[in-house]
């Protein structure tokens, strides 16, 4: 018997049931087209599953777009996590960065053959997360040569000076440009594919920048003279230029061997947009990133129940954040500090340059691998291990410190080039990371079920002081505190999935799980040397919140309970309820010295639980049409939002004691409504609706300095909705294929969608009281339209 058209996803068992004719009937060949259910009873878990085919018909543009469209997302936090608690993973090795949890490529929609995105509990085989995982699937070579390519231009169109945002209409076709180009096909070398992909992507900011002055302008401000050496070009406000790409070669020579090498890469330079540099544009500083993630991976499969896999991997990531490369630049001095001057216009920078300098490096070095087997028809086993090292460096590596000049009264700027503790350079550290994992499916009559452990190893391979109440052995008669080195920390985490068809057209889960992450190690590092605690006294100035490298790992419980039902062959129904309880979360504490003074610095204190469910109907495509429906709701809160709000209450004199309160994400309700029209090789018509409730803000009552806050984000902004559309038409003719699209973001264009409200009112729009400069960027990005052409050459 011959079963066609299955579609197998990556990590993931897929069944087929076959019934074989009886004996007395003579067929030389049985042919069944496999269709996927509308809905898979045998997952434990909650797990959205997205074809090349699906993205390609959403409007979207890259791997972030795809993931903020599945149930339970909200801008990046995955039920009600921070952001930086997922592992995100290209072909199911992580390319996290280090330095923040979050991921180091972006990456374009056309390199994605399948995206996995999976919200709840998860099996043992993913660490490092604590609310989620993202695996996208690269696409690979083909048997045959293919070229494919795409462009696209566009602007922004809307209202202008005559609606609340204040900034001018022109439609800029060229704002917004994208170009790429996919070669794949043989290599001529014996079972050999390739695939090239690359791309380079201009956009920019909606907001102009108009350059009235350069940095060096001097002025007289008391006497209203205002000398402007600019040419008066409209520019960007902010802009982003990415060049990225992709080479996969893909070797399957040897039947039940599978080799392959991948290198995905993206260079992006950026310029934030910021509105108080609206007219000295020049003075910016510039963002730059370089990453790579490479490596080779290999799958071989020892018998017809059995194979193992071997990934190495090298992920690099380079960023760094100047004006001017050189810091000993003459124009640094030429120019100074960012100088608004209120008599010109509130807000504005009309002379000087940013002085920060920033720079960060991870250059990580993983290998990965596991064995499957299917020990007997009841027993699916999976076991595997993995190991990193990495190389982290951060920071300033020279200080640019504008000072007035005790002798001449004029601002001068100091350089400092390493000279701690005050003035650090860039640091550099060697943590490691290490897991091995167990896990066991069993299958027993209806019911399957997996359990399983992992263990995860974390080093930082670092110093704290011994005696925290004299960190820098400035206190005279204190006992003397040494660096100590920090422990290793290891941690266990049981996971439990059981899922139970109840028909073949329905079925229950529940699953269970704990799960731990360590910290961004840009956060538990910086800030860490206690030196600087040298003259901390009682009632003296701050130092900051000091790092922790002694940090143990984040946990999370998590809990999860769903029921899916196929209502029709074409309609499916999924609802899952969930809770997480979340502990051990990177947060501040006080710790008081000798001499009674005080310092904050990283520990294990906060907290926070997250309750809700999803309801999500799935029509599978009949005919001309497919559509799904996904709603969230969820409640969402613990003691801060951000690790350093705790220092930065108790700064403010507000009370730092432990609380409840919504965190700053707390979305409650979240509607996704996703429609597709199509008629293959002819026509796509698609339109993604998202409709949410207002996040949390923190109200004000008086104004003019005078008021004073209510309880932390006790306010509620607007509810919002946004609609982005798609439309596709196949051309073509003599052995070319092209389609013309057009995509618009944001088509009703919205002003707001949970973004900036004055705390006031809740409003984005006014404020009680007078408010000095009308910011556009704080309203949402206007509508957006690009229009372009996609073409595919394909020959044997």
Do not use: C
């Not at 410190?401 to 503790?421: F, H, K, L, N, S």
């Amino acid at each position: 018997m011959i079963v066609s058209a299955v579609e197998v996803s990556a990590d993931r068992t897929t069944w087929i049931d076959v019934e074989l004719p009886s004996p007395e009937d003579v067929f030389d060949v049985v042919e069944v087209v496999a269709e996927e259910p509308v809905v898979d009873v045998n997952l434990t878990s909650s797990r959205a599953v997205l074809s090349s085919r699906e993205i390609e018909e959403l409007p979207v543009e890259q791997l972030d777009d795809v993931v903020n469209l599945q149930a339970g997302v909200v801008d990046g936090h995955f039920r009600g996590g921070r952001v930086g608690e997922v592992q995100w993973q290209v072909d199911g090795v992580s390319v996290n960065n280090v330095y923040d949890n979050k991921s180091s490529l972006r990456i374009d929609r056309s390199l994605l053959e399948e995206v996995q995105v999976i919200s709840g509990t998860f099996d043992v085989e993913y660490g490092q997360a604590m609310s989620g995982v993202v695996n996208a699937v690269l696409k690979s070579g083909t048997a045959d040569f293919r070229r494919e390519g795409e462009a696209y231009t566009g602007g922004y169109l809307f209202p202008g000076r005559g609606d609340s945002r204040l900034t001018d209409d022109d439609f800029r076709p060229t704002a917004l440009q994208n170009y790429r180009l996919t070669l794949s096909g043989p290599t001529g070398l014996p079972g050999t594919v390739f695939l090239l992909n690359g791309r380079h992507n201009i956009s920019d900011n909606f907001v102009t920048a108009e350059r009235v002055f350069l940095p060096t302008d001097a002025h007289a401000p008391d006497s209203l003279i205002f000398r402007a050496t600019g040419d008066g070009a409209e520019v960007p406000l902010g802009y982003t230029d990415t060049w990225s790409g992709a080479m996969k070669l893909t070797n399957a020579s040897i039947p039940t061997l599978r080799l392959n090498y991948q290198a995905v890469w993206n260079e992006i330079e950026e310029i934030p947009a910021e509105y108080q540099w609206r007219y000295n544009p020049v003075g910016r500083s510039t963002r730059r990133t370089r990453s790579i993630s490479h490596g080779f991976d290999m799958t071989h499969t020892l018998s017809t129940s059995t194979f193992y896999n071997v990934n190495l991997r090298q992920n690099y990531f380079h960023y760094e954040d100047y004006v001017f490369e050189d810091p000993y630049d003459p124009d640094y001095d030429a120019s100074g500090p960012p100088q608004p001057y209120d008599n010109y216009e509130p807000g504005a920078y009309i002379q000087g340059v940013d002085l920060d300098r920033f720079e960060q490096n991870t250059n990580a070095f993983l290998v990965k691998g596991s064995v499957h087997s299917q020990i007997s028809s009841d027993h699916l086993a999976k076991i595997g291990a993995e190991f990193q090292v990495a190389d982290l460096e951060f920071g300033t590596p020279t200080h640019l410190v504008a000072t007035i000049d005790t002798v001449t009264g004029v601002e001068t700027i100091y350089r400092y080039d390493d000279q701690p503790p005050d003035y650090p350079g860039v640091q550099e550290y060697h943590p490691v990371v290490g897991a091995a994992y167990m896990q066991d499916q069993i299958e027993w009559n209806d019911l399957m079920l997996r359990a399983g452990f992992r263990v995860d190893y974390f080093d930082a391979r670092s110093t704290v002081p011994s005696d925290l109440q004299n960190p820098a052995n400035s206190i005279e008669g204190a006992p003397e505190s040494v660096p100590v080195g920090t422990s290793v920390k290891v941690n266990l985490s049981p996971r439990l999935g059981v899922v139970y068809p109840v028909t073949d057209r329905a079925a229950v889960h529940f699953s269970y799980g704990h799960f731990y992450q360590y910290p961004p190690l840009g956060d538990i590092f910086r800030n860490a040397n206690y030196e600087v605690l040298d003259d901390l006294q009682a009632g003296g100035i701050s130092y900051g919140v000091l790092g922790n490298p002694d940090i143990k790992a984040e946990k999370t419980v998590q809990y999860e309970f769903g029921y899916k039902h196929a209502l029709t062959d074409d309609i499916g129904m999924d609802l899952t309820v969930f809770y997480k309880d979340i502990r051990d979360l990177l947060g501040v504490e006080f710790i008081q010295t000798y001499n009674v003074a005080e310092y904050p610095r990283m520990t294990n204190v906060d907290y926070g639980s997250v309750v809700g469910f999803t309801l999500a109907l799935d029509r599978r495509r009949v005919g001309l049409l497919a559509m799904g429906l996904d709603y969230t709701w969820q409640l969402t809160q613990g003691n801060s939002s951000d690790p350093r709000e705790t220092a930065t209450r108790a700064e403010a004199g507000e009370d730092a004691r432990p609380r409840q309160v919504p965190f700053d994400w707390d979305q409650r309700h979240t509607l996704n409504l996703t429609l597709s029209l199509s008629e293959p090789e002819n026509y796509t018509v698609s339109t993604v609706l998202r409709a949410v409730s207002g996040q949390p803000y923190s109200p004000e009552l008086g104004v003019g300095g005078f008021g004073y806050g209510l309880e932390k984000n006790s306010g509620r902004k607007p509810s919002s909705f946004l609609v982005d559309v798609r439309a596709e038409k196949g051309i073509g003719g003599f052995g070319l294929k092209a389609n013309l699209f057009a995509r618009v973001f944001n088509l009703f264009d919205e002003r707001f969608f949970n973004g900036f409200v004055f705390s006031t009112t809740g409003s984005p729009y006014y404020s009680r009281g007078l408010v000095l400069v009308e910011d556009p960027l704080r309203y949402y990005p206007p509508r957006r339209i690009e229009v372009g052409i996609q073409l595919g050459n394909f020959g044997s």
